[in-house]
């Protein structure tokens, strides 16, 4: 039972453009969600995250959306670079539990095209 | 300053032998999460530790353990190994639960 999933495996989106990334997750206990940039041969990247008392963290062209009552997040990137082209993992924890233990879904690749 | 260090970066081993993998944390990071990915999954959650001490446990078999050292790097070993336990070795360290955290570039497991 998978409790963290990215239905899309892969995205294409032109440079310029917004790429948006969805994620959905089943456990109600999770409240505190991370986004991961990983590149061919390197360990994942921290990108940004969101605690669930909030419902938008921003960071340059970065943003997650979190909306708890359908239990999704989005990750947002505008305007998307040929350098964003990576494979992006949704992630999810609980704060009091085990912070520490992350569960991760199986990632969307994304490329943008110059 | 040097992030997460991982060695070997690659590994080759037979069916039923014994692995251990080694990790550095970026200095100043008390906690080490270890983590396995499969090719074309995420990374899935085998171990945490913080102040050398275990704080959580994933889903594995007992022939997964690790442990922590003074100087906060970690060891993850592997006993009995499987051809099921193929897959790339992640170690991410924080330097505090439960933020984001740092990860190695892994170990490249290969079990034949």
């Known amino acids: 039972d998978q409790q963290v999933k990215q239905n899309s495996p892969s995205l294409s989106v032109q440079e310029g453009r917004i790429s948006i990334l969805n994620c959905d997750y089943t456990n109600s206990m999770f409240d505190y969600f991370l986004w991961y940039k990983k590149y061919p041969a390197e360990g994942p990247t921290f990108l940004i995250s969101?605690?669930?008392?909030?419902d938008k963290n921003e960071d340059g062209r970065f943003t997650v959306f979190l909306n708890k009552s359908a239990k999704h997040l989005s990750l947002h990137i505008v305007p998307s670079q040929p350098g964003d082209s990576a494979v992006y993992f949704c992630?999810?924890?609980?704060?009091?539990?085990?912070?520490?233990?992350?569960?991760f879904g199986d990632g969307t690749t994304l490329t943008v095209k110059p | 300053d040097a992030g997460v260090t991982q060695s070997p970066t690659h590994l080759i081993k037979t069916r039923g032998q014994h692995v251990t993998l080694r990790c550095s944390p970026i200095s100043g990071h008390k906690s080490v999460s270890w983590y396995q990915q499969v090719l074309g999954q995420g990374p899935q959650f085998i171990f945490q530790?913080?102040?050398?001490?275990?704080?959580g446990r994933g889903n594995f078999p007992d022939r997964f353990s690790a442990r922590q050292f003074p100087n906060y790097s970690s060891e993850l070993n592997v006993n009995a190994l499987l051809l099921g336990d193929s897959a790339l070795y992640l170690c991410?360290?924080?330097?505090?639960?439960?933020?984001?955290?740092?990860f190695g570039s892994g170990t490249r497991l290969t079990v034949v």
């Open positions: 969101i605690s669930s008392i909030k």
């Open positions: 992630a999810a924890s609980n704060f009091n539990t085990n912070a520490g233990k992350s569960t």
């Open positions: 530790y913080y102040e050398k001490e275990e704080r």
């Open positions: 991410a360290s924080s330097s505090d639960i439960p933020y984001g955290y740092t």
